[in-house]
């Protein structure tokens, strides 16, 4: 509705006088979009393909909270606007090194959807609240392998009483 709202001015006029750049600048300030393609199909078609990004997380900066989309860009969180289920990303920087953090989960096939909180500390590592409200704390390297480790240990039966479990040491493993 919004798209169509900000095009409304284009009807019934001459699309040899319109600019494929003044329609691509008009809906630029829509929140989720990724890109725009105009083209016209003479004589009178003008064919506009929107691309949306995807609401990833809640980001808390600064006492603000904003919607993180998947292409890092923040948008002011608004209850109105959005009622999803997202998780929190509390840290600053985080929105630098969030996408990146998660398609390194998603690779690995962590469970993504049991994820509560992300927090994100300056050194460049990350600690993930589960849903369950487990803890499992990551190095700032060797991601990959304690994502992998984390995986495995979440899945046994003799790490079901802890309640945080500390990879950031590479090779040792601390529980609580």
Do not use: C
Not at 62 to 72: Q, V
Not at 120 to 135: A, G, P, S, T, V
Not at 166 to 173: A, S
């Amino acid at each position: 509705n919004e798209i169509v709202g900000k095009l409304s001015n284009i009807y019934e006029k001459n699309i040899f006088f319109l600019q494929k750049n003044d329609l691509e600048e008009s809906l630029k300030s829509i929140d989720f979009l990724d890109k725009i393609e105009v083209k016209k199909k003479y004589p009178n078609t003008i064919k506009v393909r929107v691309f949306e990004t995807k609401p990833m997380g809640i980001l808390h900066k600064k006492g603000i909270k904003y919607l993180l989309d998947s292409s890092s860009n923040l948008i002011l969180f608004s209850e109105e606007k959005f009622s999803g289920n997202l998780p929190n990303i509390i840290g600053d920087g985080g929105e630098k090194n969030f996408i990146n953090f998660f398609e390194q989960l998603k690779v690995k096939n962590f469970p993504i959807n049991k994820i509560k909180n992300y927090y994100y500390f300056k050194i460049n590592r990350w600690d993930l609240e589960l849903q369950n409200n487990k803890i499992i704390k990551l190095p700032s390297n060797k991601v990959e392998n304690a994502i992998e480790q984390s995986i495995e240990l979440l899945d046994r039966e003799d790490f079901k009483d802890y309640n945080i479990i500390d990879l950031r040491v590479y090779g040792k493993i601390v529980v609580e």
